[in-house]
């Protein structure tokens, strides 16, 4: 069995510190700011109250200068913002697509750049957020799989794609006036941008918890849904550790066609992976688990793949979200026709399971999952080297 490429500290390292530079207090954990408080002279007895006025200031009014923290003195303020900081990622690119899909380039410590998306629905306004530059797991129809893992995100990058998303939506209260009407503008997130999430766990950990966090951003963890590709080590501490929805980025009913569409099935098959989500903590009829079923044409979109989909997932309280593929330049694959998706999608229904077919967003701007960063890379690519790489040649 071919082994999954191994995650090596030396390509998923991240920036550490220079001495004697301010450290940014986004990302922190309620803890860490709290020793990092002591750290500079607060007092212990004033440290737990100081860390609550800090937090409300940053995740819940959106603020970044100490010095508009007025419900702290001015030599407390002064002393902050010589030895801390209240760093986001910088926005490189805006884009805005006719659907009002928006999505945004940033770039983070050491140049790199991530892509962040922002989906406006009619009931919710969802942000799809990366958690690791690149890719390693190279699934052959995801844009982001053209792309090499350089290093994984810090808390503060993933937490901050989220307010840097609240800054353009101006979705913070406004500084001495009543509070605006509660409706979110983003009022979900899902970890189904660049990157797998659970290879990146603890980062992604505090990030969620900043997010959930009642005295700041304040995200209800059933609002949060992290996608896997399937990293089974990892599942259980998804519902035991952060307590948020979980995906599974699943695209096929046969190990043969998963091992080439999702190669870390061949580390962990199909049969390993359903035992751990019939495992999982958290699985309920109210928190289903959500299976990702991208329709390609002719390669997993048969009446045959549908009924073999729903006897593999027996048992699982489960949707199974169907995605018609987003072509981007040099893809290897095409989506199913509409026909074909539509009677797919009516086999899984008959079986008693939710079969929504997701509509495509943002493709004017290839604002799709997976289709994130760089439109170019790939495209340098012949079509036949791209069907090799992804095992059709």
Known sequence: MTEHPPVTPEVVAIPRPVAGEAANLVGKTRDQLHDMLIQAGTPERQA???V???WQWIYHKGVRDFALMTNLAKDYRAM?????TIELPEVVTRQVSQDGTRKYLMRIAGGHEVETVYIPEEDRGTLCISSQVGCTLTCSFCHTGTQKLVRN???AEIVGQIMVARDDLGEWPELGRAPKNETR???NIVLMGMGEPLYNFDAVRDAMKIAMDGEGISLSRRRITLSTSGVVPEIAKTAEEIGCLLAVSFHATTDEVRDRLVPINRKWNIATLLDALRAYPKLSNSERITFEYV???GVND???????LVQLIKGIPAKINLIPFNEWPGAPYRRSPQARIRAFADIIYKAGYASPIRTPRGEDIMAACGQLKSATERGRKSRKEIAGEAGLG
């Open 302 to 308: 048969s009446d045959e793949d549908a009924r073999r």
């Open 52 to 54: 609550g006025q800090i």
């Open 153 to 155: 995100l810090t808390p």
């Open 185 to 187: 503008l983003l009022s």
């Open 48 to 50: 737990r109250m100081r």
């Open 80 to 84: 902050l913002a010589e030895r801390f």
């Open 295 to 297: 329709m390609l044409d």
